[in-house]
């Protein structure tokens, strides 16, 4: 299973809100990654977790909370969201290697938007 | 600064002719480069990576791409184009850790 999955598909939030995106695989990779893609941009990298623990955060508002609950398992707790947050959100796994040369693989992404 | 250029937003080629997708990279050590896909309101799909040996690079749905050291270029090819392979293409380096930097983008267009 090369499969990386994400919920909800869509989401639509007001900014008082508090929503969680999920992302799951079953590779047996031991990061996960998320990232954040405006309209015909590149992906920005978010949060990293290696063995379930925060490596890397990039300066990323406290609006966005990041939980990696298990191996398998990713969440990004949303809270008061700002209608430039508007985006779609990916999620990713690699292999443990932080050396570069693994493959990230993606989901599909959750397409949210803040009203 | 670690960076990775794709100098065409747009490429645009009729069904059964060749592509080439151009991206250059500036990195430090050892370059460690991918090309992936989107299609429209997906993830990204991974096409083929370079990390050491062979300067082509065979990857999936028929796509190839060269590396040039000299050049810093790592741009992708397929002889034949098809309608289907339409989408967005990104080229992406590793730079440290488990970060990896983007390109901007290339747009193609297959014509039938």
């Known amino acids: 299973d090369t499969e990386v999955t994400q919920t909800p598909k869509h989401l639509v939030m007001g900014m008082t809100n508090k929503k969680s995106l999920k992302c799951e695989q079953h590779?047996?990779?031991?990061?996960m990654y998320w990232y954040k893609q405006k309209a015909k941009k590149p992906p920005e990298l978010m949060f990293v977790y290696s063995y379930e623990k925060l490596s890397i955060n990039e300066s990323v508002p406290s609006r966005f909370s990041p939980e990696c609950p298990n191996s398998s398992l990713l969440n990004l707790h949303l809270h008061a969201l700002q209608p430039e947050d508007s985006a779609l959100y990916l999620c990713?796994?690699?292999?443990?290697?932080?050396?570069?040369?693994?493959?990230?693989?993606f989901g599909p992404g959750t397409r949210l938007t803040v009203l | 600064a670690q960076s990775v250029a794709q100098p065409e937003d747009q490429v645009n080629v009729a069904e059964g002719n060749p592509l080439t997708v151009k991206c250059t990279y500036s990195?430090?050590?050892?370059?460690?480069l991918f090309w992936y896909v989107q299609y429209p309101n997906r993830g990204l799909q991974f096409l083929l990576k370079y990390i050491t040996g062979d300067n082509l690079v065979k990857g999936s749905y028929g796509f190839e791409a060269e590396f040039n050291k000299s050049q810093t270029s790592f741009h992708l090819k397929k002889p034949s184009a098809l309608v289907s392979d339409s989408a967005l293409y990104f080229c992406?380096?590793?730079?440290?850790?488990?970060?990896?930097?983007f390109g901007a983008g290339t747009r193609l267009f297959v014509k039938a």
């Open positions: 990195v430090s050590g050892n370059p460690y």
């Open positions: 590779m047996g990779h031991r990061a």
């Open positions: 990713a796994s690699s292999q443990d290697q932080a050396g570069g040369t693994d493959t990230q693989y």
């Open positions: 992406a380096a590793w730079t440290g850790g488990f970060k990896t930097i």
